[in-house]
C-alpha cells in the first residue's frame, strides 16, 4: 500500500521574515498582500490577538498599534527563494516528491513502511529547521487526503510536536472522529454544508457513509474523497516537472494608472518576469496576452480588454515578447480610464528543445538571442534580479505595488544582504 507524507511550512510568509529577524521569536507577526491590502500570513501570537485570515489592514490597525504587532508587506522574492531551499532540502529524503505549492510537498514514503515513520519525520522536520530556519509540520497516511488530515491535526495539537502518522490503525479512528467534514481536503464550504444537512458532521461519519448517497450529492469528486478516507489512494503523487503549461505574471498597481507610458513600463516588467519563467523551466511560447482593466469596485467609467497574439515562432526571448507585448498594449489601451490592474500571460508551451522556426527566422539570429538571454539571466542570477532590464521597464516605476512595509530581499539581492555586526 501507498505512504504519503505531506511536509507544510508553518505560517510560511511569517516565518520566512522571521528567519531574519531572530528578536521576533514568540511575537505576533503578519504579512499583508499585494498593496497592503489584507493579512494572508499570521503567526500563532497574531491568531491569538483575533487577527482573522484575510482581514483589511485598515481593520485591524488597531490591534496591531496596541500589540505591537511587526507587520510586513509581501516580499514574493524572498517566499520564492525560501521555498525552493527547503525544496531541495526535502528532496534529500524521498526518491519521489510532488511540489504541491510554495509551502507544501507530499513525499512518498512506499517501502519504508518497516521504518519508524515518526522518528524519521522529525528528522526531516530538524533537518529542514536547521537548513533553512523555516519550522514545518509532518502529516503521514496511506493516502494524499488522509495524509492532509494528519498535518492539520500535527498543527493544532500542540503534544504532538508537529508530526502525526495517521498509518496506526487507533490514531486512525481518532483522528477522524474529530476531524469537521469542513477540514477535510478536497471539501469546499457547500459541500461540507450538503454533508452536514445529511447528518454528517465528520470524517468518520463521512467514511462509513453510503457511496451512492456521496456520489448523487458530491458526484464523483466526493465519492473520491470517501474513498481516500478508507485509505483507497485515488490521488496519485504527482511528479511531472516539466513546468506550467501557462504562465502568468500580474499585479495590481499601487495607485490608479491612466498615461500609456506607465502601462507600458509595467507590461514590459510583466513581460520580463514571465520569459525569466519560461525560461527556467526549458520552454518557448506560442502564444502572448495582455490584458488591461480598471477597478470594478470603483463608481467610475469601467474598461476591460485583452488582445492576444500568436507568435511566428515559439520563442522565449524577452526582446522578442516585448515587441509583441508593446504592439498589444497599443491596441488596446484607451484614453479616459483609470486602470487597477494589467497583466501578461503566455501560453500553447512547449520545451525549449522542441521549438520550432519559421521559414523566415534566422538560425543564427536566434542562436544570438539565446546567448544574450542566458547572459542576462546569469548576471542577473549573481548579482540581484533586475541588475539588468530593459529600459522599457522604467526606473522609478511609481505605478508599482503599495509595500512600505517590505524587507530587504536578504537572499537574492548582494546590497540587500542581512549584515551582522
Not at 498593496?35 to 489592514?57: F, W
Not at 510586513?72 to 524572498?78: E, G, I, K
Request: with cysteine; hydrophobic share 35%; aromatic share 8%.
Amino acid at each position: 500500500m501507498s505512504v504519503f507524507a505531506l511536509v507544510d511550512c508553518n505560517s510560511f510568509f511569517c516565518s520566512c521574515e522571521k528567519v531574519f529577524r531572530p528578536d521576533l521569536k514568540n511575537k505576533p507577526v503578519i504579512v499583508l498582500s499585494n498593496n497592503d491590502g489584507c493579512a494572508v500570513a499570521r503567526t500563532n501570537e497574531a491568531k491569538a490577538l483575533g487577527i482573522k485570515m484575510g482581514v483589511p489592514y485598515f481593520k485591524i490597525k488597531h490591534i496591531v498599534k496596541a500589540h505591537k504587532v511587526t507587520t510586513f508587506s509581501s516580499n514574493f522574492a524572498l517566499y520564492a527563494d525560501m521555498s525552493q531551499r527547503v525544496m531541495q532540502t526535502l528532496r534529500e529524503f524521498s526518491p519521489q516528491m510532488e511540489v504541491y505549492s510554495i509551502d507544501e510537498a507530499f513525499l512518498s514514503f512506499n517501502g519504508m513502511e518497516r521504518m519508524d515513520l515518526t522518528k524519521y519525520s522529525h528528522e526531516i522536520k530538524n533537518t529542514v529547521y536547521r537548513y533553512t530556519g523555516i519550522p514545518v509540520s509532518i502529516g503521514i497516511a496511506r493516502t494524499k487526503v488522509l495524509a492532509k488530515m494528519a498535518n492539520y491535526l500535527a498543527k493544532k495539537h500542540n503534544n504532538l510536536n508537529n508530526v502525526l502518522d495517521l498509518t496506526n490503525p487507533t490514531l486512525l479512528e481518532r483522528a477522524l472522529k474529530a476531524t469537521p467534514v469542513s477540514e477535510i481536503w478536497g471539501v469546499g464550504q457547500k459541500s461540507a454544508s450538503k454533508l452536514n444537512s445529511l447528518n454528517i458532521n465528520t470524517a468518520w461519519e463521512l467514511k462509513n457513509s453510503n457511496p451512492k448517497v456521496i456520489k448523487k450529492h458530491l458526484h464523483l469528486p466526493g465519492e473520491r474523497v470517501l474513498r481516500e478516507l478508507n485509505e483507497e489512494s485515488c490521488i496519485h503523487l504527482d511528479c511531472d516537472e516539466v513546468g506550467r503549461k501557462q504562465i502568468l505574471s500580474s499585479r495590481s498597481f499601487g495607485r490608479p494608472v491612466n498615461a500609456l507610458d506607465e502601462l507600458t513600463q509595467a507590461v514590459s516588467m510583466h513581460t520580463t518576469r514571465v520569459c525569466e519563467k519560461l525560461r527556467r523551466q526549458n520552454s518557448v511560447a506560442q502564444k502572448l496576452t495582455v490584458f488591461l482593466q480598471t477597478n470594478p469596485h470603483k463608481n467610475e467609467p469601467q474598461y476591460y480588454n485583452s488582445k492576444t497574439v500568436h507568435l511566428t515562432s515559439s520563442a522565449n526571448s524577452t526582446n522578442i515578447l516585448l515587441k509583441n507585448a508593446s504592439q498589444a498594449l497599443r491596441s488596446i489601451y484607451k484614453k479616459g480610464y483609470l486602470f487597477k490592474k494589467c497583466g501578461v500571460y503566455v501560453s500553447d508551451l512547449s520545451p525549449l528543445k522542441q521549438q520550432q522556426l519559421s521559414l523566415f527566422d534566422s538560425p543564427k539570429q536566434n542562436e544570438k538571442q539565446k546567448n544574450l538571454m542566458l547572459a542576462v539571466d546569469k548576471i542577473n542570477a549573481q548579482n540581484g534580479r533586475d541588475t539588468i532590464k530593459l529600459a522599457s521597464c522604467g526606473l522609478e516605476q511609481k505605478w508599482g505595488m503599495r509595500s512600505t512595509m517590505r524587507s530587504p530581499a536578504f537572499t537574492t539581492k548582494w546590497h540587500e544582504l542581512l549584515n551582522v555586526t
